[in-house]
């Protein structure tokens, strides 16, 4: 009786992912506003020319959205009386960034079509023009996900792993999302834009052995025991701005920035293998990518009356 139980739960938690999938659909906002997509890009694409950075922002914000709790947009709540927003665990603290360009991007979809096109739809379509705009692949974006009206900073600090993880940590922290070991090796691959600060990375250039000699030689040049906390190097030290394999390239040269990047090729065979396949393989990583990334989109989304559409992304209605 106790296995039929089982076997009911596992189907009864299926049936509801399926579900959550096909409520989520490209063609989602086609007659609510047939606007969105070319609003977005527009907004991304004008941030980037203005910050280049901001698109590996972007794309960092719709990862730890969904990582806590869901695809819902808490991650862009401001604490209230009710709650201590996400901002401030220890993930997004002083590091997670690209705030303003959802709420410009939402000022001009709540002009279009008021209302309508959620908070957290405007992070899944963010990260992926940011990602086509620096010169990664594209894909379609499954929409119709709602705004949660809460937000939890405990949780933010207990889902997302740091970059101090090791391999474990990793796998056991995407696996509670439902994600599996190649989805972390491929969305690890994010990591080929944008910057991490000095106290992300310390660890890795004093502590562990996994590491080039000159490389972590040069990185301890800005980055000292402590102080300089917010000094800035690139995880991709070749082409920071510029979506592609190099990040992996780096891991075979134990170049790799983060104590977390650096374990994917260092601590597993089956990682391992992935990463020397994304290095000479810049087709197959972005074939790839696409794949993890809209499967990380799933996670969780509020559809049909749960959450809501919020106006001010900061803030519940």
Known sequence: MACYHLLFLILIAAVASFQANCQLSPDYYSSTCPQVLPIVQAAVAAAIKNETRVGA??????????FVNGCDGSVLLDDNATFIGEKTAVPNNNSARGFN?????????EKACP??????????LASRDSVVQLGGPSWKVRLGRRDSTTASRSAANTSIPPPTSNLSALISSFSAQGLSIKDLVTLSGSHTIGLARCTSFRPHIYNDSNIDRSFAASRRR???RSGNDSVLAPLDRQTPTFFDNLYYKNLLNKTGLLRSDQELFNRS??????????ATNT??????????IIKMGNIKPLT??????RINCRKIN
Do not use: M, N, W
């Not at 209302?115 to 899944?124: H, K, Q, T």
């Not at 065979?269 to 994304?278: D, F, I, N, R």
């Open 57 to 66: 922002s972007l794309l960092r914000l719709h990862f730890h959205d969904c």
């Open 101 to 109: 360009v959802v709420d410009d991007i939402k000022a001009r979809l």
């Open 115 to 124: 209302g309508v096109v959620s908070c957290a739809d405007i992070l899944a």
């Open 222 to 224: 800005t980055c000292p």
């Open 269 to 278: 065979s089956t990682t391992a293998l992935l990463v020397k396949s994304y």
């Open 283 to 292: 087709s197959l990583f972005f074939q790839e990518f696409v794949k993890s």
């Open 304 to 309: 049909g009356s749960a959450g809501e559409i």
